[in-house]
């Protein structure tokens, strides 16, 4: 069997791109939902997030629970915080951080604004 140098030429290419270290994708948008603790209390995603690139985290709410949002990003190595906490009392979207670097592992902490109420669903966009 002959294999054609242009095919071989080809896939080789394909191989070297796909190795080559140091690409990164583009931050997106990216959909994010929880509930927040019916005591008002911070609660924390299990999710761990990955920042692609160096920029902004921000956020637009699509949902909120009765009496507003609050979040703040945490490391997700030791779970200290590494930004202060942005309120939502409106589907507005906010900047939550700027300057992140590439490769920033972080959880989602969250809570309700106010206790009153028995909505406590959130959900959203999160560009990261």
Same mark, same amino acid.
């Not at 009153?116 to 990261?128: A, E, I, N, P, Q």
């Given at each position: 069997?002959? +294999?054609? !140098?242009?095919?071989?030429?080809?896939?080789?290419?394909?191989? +070297?791109? +796909?190795?080559?270290?140091? *690409?990164?994708?583009?931050?997106?948008? #990216?959909?994010?939902?929880?509930? !927040? =603790?019916?005591?008002?209390?911070? %609660?924390?995603?299990? *999710?761990?997030? =990955?920042? *692609?690139?160096?920029?902004?985290?921000?956020?637009?709410?699509? #949902?909120?629970?009765?009496?507003?949002?609050?979040?703040?990003? +945490?490391?997700?190595?030791?779970? *200290?915080?590494? !930004?202060?906490?942005? @309120?939502?009392?409106? =589907?507005? @979207?906010?900047?939550?951080?700027?300057?992140?670097?590439?490769?920033?592992?972080?959880?989602? %902490? =969250?809570?309700?604004?106010?206790? %009153?109420?028995?909505?406590?669903?959130?959900?959203?966009?999160?560009?990261?």
């Amino acid at each position: 069997m002959k +294999l054609s !140098t242009k095919a071989v030429t080809v896939s080789g290419l394909a191989a +070297l791109i +796909l190795a080559v270290p140091g *690409t990164a994708n583009a931050a997106q948008l #990216n959909p994010v939902e929880a509930y !927040t =603790h019916a005591d008002c209390s911070w %609660s924390t995603s299990s *999710t761990i997030r =990955h920042k *692609t690139d160096y920029g902004t985290i921000h956020f637009t709410p699509n #949902n909120l629970p009765s009496g507003g949002l609050e979040i703040r990003l +945490l490391r997700a190595s030791d779970y *200290t915080a590494f !930004t202060g906490v942005t @309120q939502w009392t409106s =589907h507005v @979207q906010k900047t939550i951080a700027t300057g992140v670097l590439a490769g920033t592992d972080f959880r989602i %902490s =969250h809570r309700k604004l106010s206790c %009153s109420g028995t909505d406590r669903f959130w959900s959203g966009s999160m560009y990261y």
